[in-house]
């Protein structure tokens, strides 16, 4: 295969890979990040509104013990130690109202520690 046929080819591949990327991106939604903090048995912010389809991005941090993010529906189950950060995201496809929970054991009051994901139809 000469250099000019090896181009071409490539300008193929590229051009067919941009264009499917594109239309994912159309069809998708857009791109949410959210900074969560795990503190004194609380998530800040507590409720996190986002679109269907939107891509869901959150770093996630605790600094007193450690704590997780929880969303059952999703399949989500984050565990941050203190100090550090946590990122994750995920494509919210299914529209309704979410708890979100810590799952740890750690201290009692862990089972206290509530939040929400709303996520509103497009």
């Known amino acids: 295969m000469t250099s000019a046929t090896r181009l071409r ?3 193929l ?6 264009g499917f990327g594109a239309a994912f991106a159309q069809e998708g939604g ?3 990040k959210f900074s969560v903090s ?3 048995y609380a998530f800040s912010p507590g409720q996190l509104d986002v679109q269907q389809d939107d891509l869901v991005r959150i770093a996630l941090t605790s600094d007193d013990i450690p704590h997780s993010f929880t969303i059952d529906k999703y ?3 984050k565990r941050v130690e203190p100090g ?3 990122v994750f995201e995920f494509r919210a496809d299914q529209p ?15 089972k206290e520690m509530r939040g929400e994901l709303v996520v509103n139809k497009r």
Do not use: S
């Open 96 to 110: 309704g109202r979410f708890p979100i929970y810590c799952n740890l054991a750690i201290d009692e009051r862990c």
């Open 9 to 11: 080819w490539t300008a």
């Open 38 to 40: 795990a503190h004194k």
């Open 13 to 18: 591949v590229l051009g067919v890979m941009l």
């Open 75 to 77: 399949r989500i189950a």
């Open 84 to 86: 550090k950060t946590v």
């Open 30 to 32: 857009r791109e949410q």
